[in-house]
């Protein structure tokens, strides 16, 4: 694990990884690239610009020739696949984008992974490849549906999504599945539960509430506000991803939580008075299609399997990403205007 490609490491997650892996792995070069669509954002990778072991590049996973030649001038030994159109509501609105992005985009790395770590790419029955190499799917619980108001679930839970978004995830992962069944490349799929963190753009419950919360508009809350997710601080998702590829075996999936069931709009009051507010600013508006009721993660099997937990409860987690955003303001403002401003209306009204 000496020259990672790392796709949409401009967006929330994988600037977070980039972050993450710089630290642990001082030895590691990494090459980022990222389409810097509305969710990358290069003021995340600000602070490493002149890291020599971080290099950015601006481009489409879905590009097979930019990709295989960053194959060849680089030779990585890892991917790591974060980059994908990943917002639920922009899914409803725009599913033709979510298909190519994250199924054919999906496709393209692995094909490029294949060829170049193949020993013998010609021979379609050869099913051997470069030792310690390792293609690493970053997936979403989404993929599996809803849940009733008990269970969790896990990785032997059938795939059933409900959105464009989710559907297109659910199908990237069989391609790579089918990457592994057929071709035997080494590849590893993980299936989070809902992040938080820095730098995460505000589409997003937990930063849209803190950023309108500062600002003083209303709070908008899907529905009755109880759909129930599990909440996993990014940098334990970070961990959980390193973990898998030092330890996980090839061609399984890892389901990663954080132990965190909250509805929604509990954590829009603990945002509210966290920051000196009035529930008066929460607005509740009609639900969107499909909107799933709940999710919950079972850890087990990359908790006994790999020795990998949680570091962070949701109180500790939650205090610091609600410090992160109250001490960058400025990245919030440039976010948040210009396009986002249509985006929002189109949303909320």
Known sequence: MNRILITGGAGFIGSNFVHYMLQ????????????????GNLENLADIASDPRHRFVHGDIRDAALVNRLFDEFDFDTVVHFAAESHVDRSITEPELFLTTNVVGTQTLLEAAKRHWKIAPDDKYSREYRPGVRYLQVSTDEVYGALGREGKFTETTPISPNSPYSASKAGADLVVRAYHETFGLPVSITRCSNNYGPYQFPEKLIPLMIHNCQTDQPLPVYGDGMQIRDWLYVEDHCSAIATVLEKGRPGEVYNIGGNNEKANIEIVKL?????????????????????????????GKITSELGWKPAYTFEDGMAKTIAWYMEHTEWMEHITSGAYQSYYQKMYG
């Open 271 to 299: 945002i509210i008075h966290s920051l000196g507010k009035s529930e008066d600013l929460i607005k509740y508006v009609k639900d969107r299609p499909g909107h799933d009721r709940r999710y919950a993660i079972d850890n």
């Open 24 to 39: 642990r792995f001082p030895e590691a070069q990494l090459v980022n690239l990222d389409a810097l669509t509305y969710a």
